[in-house]
């Protein structure tokens, strides 16, 4: 016996045989079903209503029409998709999330079938968050959900994640239990060791959600609404799949009746406030009404072409990426501009998207960037260095010599002072883990090249009677002035910078050995001054080391 009617006596949903068929997982409808088209159950007694609804606790417990689709086609479908998109692995542990409505309940149920008859076994573990928004309503559907997967002989693994307390500035309601769903079934995925969650998002969840987006004015992106598999969160190596999206929900609630399994119906869904609810309950149907029949089927196919040509466009972005990246560091990415630009624009933009994916922590979007913001990163390749973009999220694309960087904002510049002792070492400053000065004394009879030793951007040879002491260290302000070794005079560091071809990104964090007149006597990395320069009279060094963090 897999399944009891409803009794709420102490508080806990328990199932009793049907007299109608039994299906292989469940036998959940009322006696009196033959009688209705619609049914629902309510405490203690089954009523049949006007609409076939009749809400308790916030929510809904309904069995559907009688099916117009077979257990048998919905299963085989959902096999094809599972083979064409290599959703699973044979015998895998998933992750089902189960809220309790009709699709996931559907596919839960697809799930368990395909595995107990053997198609293709998997190995089950039910997950069911708790958003706390429905009051006593939401604990009624972790209670259905933890008697369905028991009675299914599956273990369901709840979480509690209350959303209106850890809603992140600026984010909406279904934004942020959309995020806290993720991170929760990912969780829930690394405690279960399994490297696939499986969610239940349909064919009319693609039409809405493309829909959506269309209204935005949204691009090829856009238009790859929702893809048959990815992974839950950037970098993660769990899989996001979605087994049932060339499956419409007429279709789910038909199986449901077919298999006798009921379901809960979530009231915040018919809130015509939240957008997309409105959608599906004026724009969709008006559409329809207006001759665009089969409307869900047609955007589903638009979303299956543009997933397609965006795959192809992220494995021509895998192909080119090591060629046209010119390095990376904590704050940015940087690329080539000359091999940007014999690409073709789209894939230019691919490349410049999964930077800025990177970046934003955001795999699957690039926040807030509109079409004028790809157009500009495209035009900042034609622009001479220095030109800079502004992009929403804190970024900004830079215009350098002979390449474009793309980062988050820029820290505030370090320039307090730091004491070097000589002989001594300081800690980490700047673009360096430590800067360490010793003191020498030039053997006699040694020649220049044997004082000024081997050539070491690292290391500096300074004529100790030229460096007034203390020494100080610090990175770069403006109006630094530097006189370069063999330069007839001094000049702006700026323009010495510049000249060196330094990125700017790097010039902030370049250190500067200052001494005790307020002179640079050292641009790390790069060069000396020619006032404290070795010569035949030189008698004692300090010699600097700069060790790069």
């Not at 399994?194 to 349909?202: L, N, S, W, Y």
């Not at 997309?276 to 089969?294: M, T, V, W, Y």
């Not at 807030?368 to 929403?392: C, I, T, V």
């Not at 730091?418 to 673009?431: N, Q």
Request: aromatic share 6%; charged share 25%; net charge positive.
């Amino acid at each position: 016996m897999l399944f009891q009617a409803p009794s709420w006596k102490s508080g806990i949903l328990r199932m009793q045989p049907s007299r109608q068929r039994a299906s292989p997982f469940t036998s959940w409808l009322p006696a009196n079903l033959k009688e209705a088209e619609t049914t629902e159950w309510a405490p203690e007694r089954c009523t049949n209503t006007e609409n076939g609804v009749t809400p308790y606790d916030g929510g809904t417990i309904m069995s559907a029409r009688f099916p117009e689709h077979t257990g048998e086609d919905i299963s085989r479908r959902v096999l094809e998709a599972i083979s064409e998109y290599e959703l699973f692995a044979p015998g895998e542990r998933v992750v089902v999330g189960l809220s309790g409505g009709p699709d996931s309940v559907a596919l839960l149920h697809v799930l368990l079938e395909l595995t107990r008859s053997g198609a293709f076994p998997l190995d089950l573990v039910a997950a069911h968050m708790n958003h706390s928004l429905r009051r006593g309503a939401a604990d009624a559907d972790q209670r259905f959900c933890e008697e369905m997967a028991a009675q299914c002989g599956l273990r369901c693994v709840t979480r509690a994640i209350p959303v209106q307390s850890n809603r992140e500035k600026g984010e909406s309601v279904e934004q942020a239990a959309r995020r806290l769903r993720y991170d929760s079934l990912l969780r829930v995925a690394g405690t279960e060791r399994a490297a696939t969650v499986a969610v239940a998002h349909h064919a009319d969840d693609v039409a809405e959600t493309l829909l959506l987006r269309m209204l935005r004015g949204c691009g090829l992106y856009g238009l790859a609404a929702v893809a048959p598999a990815r992974p839950v969160q950037s970098g993660s190596d769990v899989s996001l799949v979605r087994p049932l999206l060339h499956l419409q929900k007429r279709e789910l609630v038909d199986y449901l009746c077919g298999m006798d399994v009921p379901y809960r119906i979530d009231s915040s869904n018919a809130d015509i406030q939240y957008r997309r609810n409105d959608l599906r309950a004026h724009l969709i149907p008006a559409l329809q009404e207006a001759g665009c029949s089969g409307l869900t089927a047609r955007l589903s196919r638009i979303n299956s072409l543009a997933c397609a040509a965006r795959y192809r466009l992220e494995t021509l972005a895998d192909a080119h990426w090591e060629r046209v990246l010119c390095g990376r560091d904590a704050r940015g990415v940087s690329f080539y501009a000359d091999r940007l630009l014999d690409l073709s624009p789209p894939l230019r933009t691919a490349l410049f998207r999964r930077a800025i994916q990177g970046l934003s922590g955001r795999e699957h979007c690039a926040p807030g960037l509109q079409r004028e913001h790809w157009r500009g990163l495209d035009a900042m390749l034609r622009r001479p260095p220095g030109a800079a973009l502004s992009l929403p999220g804190k970024l900004t694309a830079r215009r350098e010599h002979g390449s474009i960087y793309i980062f988050c904002a820029e820290q505030e510049r370090h320039t307090d002072s730091v004491p070097l002792p000589v002989p001594g070492r300081s800690g980490p400053v700047g673009a360096y883990q430590r800067i360490s000065a010793v003191v020498k004394t030039i053997p006699a009879g040694a020649g220049l090249p044997d004082i000024a030793g081997e050539q070491d951007p690292f290391t500096a040879r300074l004529d100790a009677d030229h460096v007034p002491l203390p020494l100080k260290l610090r990175t770069r302000r403006a109006g630094d002035r530097f006189h370069p070794l063999g330069a007839p005079g001094g000049r702006k560091l700026k323009r010495f910078l510049i000249d060196r071809k330094i990125p700017l990104r790097e010039r902030d964090r370049m250190v500067l050995v200052i001494d005790a007149r307020g002179r640079i006597v050292w641009v790390a990395g790069e060069e000396i001054a020619d006032f404290c320069k070795l010569t035949t009279a030189s008698e004692d060094i300090i010699e600097l080391h700069a060790t790069p963090g």
